[in-house]
């Protein structure tokens, strides 16, 4: 199928619009139908409403995201786009006259259809992305994307309430404009440009679970990936209970109404947005990691001090902005990664099995909602401290997990702000393998220019570290990770040393080895040597490269800025090759 419209805008602006729409139609229609029986069956139902509704709306995600996953490596991610856009459209159009007619079974097979087509829709959205946009502007497309969506939500969410506000809740006449936009996204879907299929070769699975395991090995094979994934589906089902118990808390601690506590909700998707464009733009050319466990800290530290001000209007309403806005700071590095680190045969079927998990997380918040308000009777606020345990538990893990990263970008900050660097011969070190630098060591503050001059991971090797530098100096090595060396020859005979920098390698690190003597060329020689007879090199082939840093002086204009500048913004030269 060709592109049926003229294309004055870039393939990715239709994209944006085309999943931007798609997602105002599914929050409008699923509160649509939450309100219509909140308002028919009565507020004291809303829980039990609630948890079904969020249920049915997850429950294709975990049917066919492998299948949808397989469609999108199958064939044309374009061409999906286009079909599930034409059958939503046609979805919602049903759906009004559920809703005409009050008919809950109706309504809810509308909903149903709608999220199956969002299921098979998500992997063609996001693994189009990287065939429409360079490498080097994936987090930025990414915290775009994101900061559109929770836009959607944000929208969603308000027109949801606003319309039904305005219109004294005529439930058909909200259906008709939800109708109107789905048309609208149609159009646009065919303005996407067209993309190959991937793989025509694969074949369909027809074992769900068997086809999400191993497409969880596969993930298994990239550093860090597999923890992505499931750092991913965490942030989903952390979402998608917030959104279900907004509205109960709102109505049963705040003393509000449901469209009221519907507007609480927007308030959160605001800061979803702001977060992710916030994350997009800091991330640069890469995915940064390093955000992930920061900001799943601060999400835990917001759910105890919703529960703690929860009597107080004034507090909560900028603490739901601000859960938000650490929740895109979360995703939008995982997602990018995502992207990033996936094969690109099997970009489609990790993103399905990504789903998969993270909307099983969505399926859990219904049925932790339905079990702590049903069967254990726990206030809605007291469930945010709840989320904050379970939060605090996920934190640890992540952290452990990505401990490389959070160091790595904290030492880059450090780095920015004690020196002013001034980087030569950038171009010879490649973007796309782990590097082995080989430099001279001089002071504790090397190893933050040479985090800070990259934004790759980095396992430190230093030479003859002294027993008696300061504490503190020792506990930064410690933390760093950093390999106390002998003399440099001890490499080749040092079994350990041999197998931790394979490992660091392996994982995609690169490596720096700080050493006393200035002759670099003299050391890469032994090391060279060192490295090809105990098979270093036997996974992938790194370069070697030297490194030189040189740190001056800042001139001051007056003794109390000669003290500050002694300490801050130090001019600093690192030298590649």
Excluded at 196 to 221: C, G, M, Q, V
Excluded at 257 to 266: E, H, I, K
Excluded at 312 to 325: D, Q, S, Y
């Amino acid at each position: 199928m060709a592109t049926f419209f003229s294309k004055p805008h870039s393939s990715f602006t239709y994209l944006n619009t085309t999943q931007f729409l798609g997602a105002l139609n599914d929050n409008i229609f699923k509160l649509l139908i939450i309100y219509c029986f909140i308002h028919i069956e009565g507020i004291e139902n809303s829980n039990s409403i609630l948890a079904v509704t969020g249920a049915i709306f997850v429950l294709p995600f975990l049917l066919f995201s492998a299948s949808s996953g397989f469609l999108a490596d199958r064939f044309s991610k374009s061409h999906i786009i286009i079909y599930t856009k034409v059958l939503e459209f046609v979805a919602l159009a049903l759906g009004v006259l559920a809703l005409q007619y009050e008919s809950k079974m109706a309504a809810y097979a509308v909903l149903f259809l709608m999220a199956t087509l969002s299921a098979i829709f998500a992997p063609s959205k996001y693994g189009i992305l990287p065939e429409l946009v360079a490498t080097d502007k994936i987090s930025n497309a990414n915290g775009l994307m994101t900061s559109f969506t929770f836009l959607a939500i944000i929208l969603g969410t308000f027109l949801a309430s606003f319309l039904l506000d305005i219109t004294d809740k005529h439930f058909v006449f909200v259906a008709l404009f939800s109708t109107a936009m789905a048309f609208i996204a149609m159009v646009t879907s065919f303005c996407i440009q067209y993309t190959p299929p991937a793989d025509k070769t694969k074949r369909f699975n027809i074992l769900l679970f068997s086809e999400i395991y191993k497409t969880l090995k596969i993930a298994a094979e990239k550093p860090s990936l597999l923890m992505a994934i499931f750092g991913s589906a965490f942030f989903l089902f952390v979402a998608g209970y917030l959104q279900l118990n907004m509205i109960p808390f709102a109505v049963q601690t705040l003393h509000l109404t449901d469209l009221q506590g519907g507007y609480l909700f927007l308030l959160s998707a605001l800061g979803i947005g702001s977060g992710a464009i916030f994350a997009g733009k800091i991330s640069g050319k890469t995915a940064e990691l390093g955000f992930v466990p920061m900001a799943s800290i601060g999400m835990m530290l917001c759910c105890f001090l919703l529960d703690a001000c929860s009597s107080h209007l004034w507090a909560v309403v900028p603490l739901v902005v601000v859960i938000g806005f650490f929740g895109g700071m979360y995703q939008v590095p995982l997602d990018s990664y995502i992207q990033i680190a996936s094969p690109h045969q099997s970009r489609g079927q990790i993103i399905a099995a990504t789903n998969f998990l993270s909307f099983f997380g969505v399926l859990c918040s219904s049925g932790v909602l339905y079990l702590l308000s049903e069967i254990l009777e726990v206030s809605p606020d007291k469930g945010f401290t709840v989320m904050g345990v379970l939060t605090l538990f996920v934190t640890g893990v992540i952290g452990y997990q990505y401990f490389d990263y959070l160091s790595r970008f904290i030492c880059m900050v450090l780095s920015k702000l004690h020196f002013q660097t001034t980087l030569h011969g950038q171009e010879k070190v490649p973007a796309d393998t782990p590097v082995i630098y080989v430099c001279k060591h001089t002071a504790w503050n090397d190893t933050l220019l040479m985090l800070g001059s990259q934004r790759r991971r980095m396992r430190f090797f230093i030479e003859r570290v002294h027993e008696h530098e300061r504490k503190w100096i020792q506990m930064l090595y410690r933390l760093l990770r950093v390999i106390p060396l002998t003399p440099i020859e001890s490499f080749e005979n040092n079994v350990e040393l041999l197998s931790a920098l394979k490992h660091a390698l392996k994982k995609g690190i690169s490596v720096c080895i700080f050493v006393e003597s200035s002759n670099l060329q003299e050391e890469i020689a032994k090391l060279k040597q060192s490295f090809i007879s105990q098979d270093v090199f036997s996974d992938r082939v790194s370069p070697v490269i030297p490194v030189v840093i040189k740190k001056g002086e800042k001139p001051a204009t007056a003794p109390w800025l000669q003290r500050v500048f002694k300490k801050f913004r130090v001019p600093a030269a690192i030298s590649f090759g």
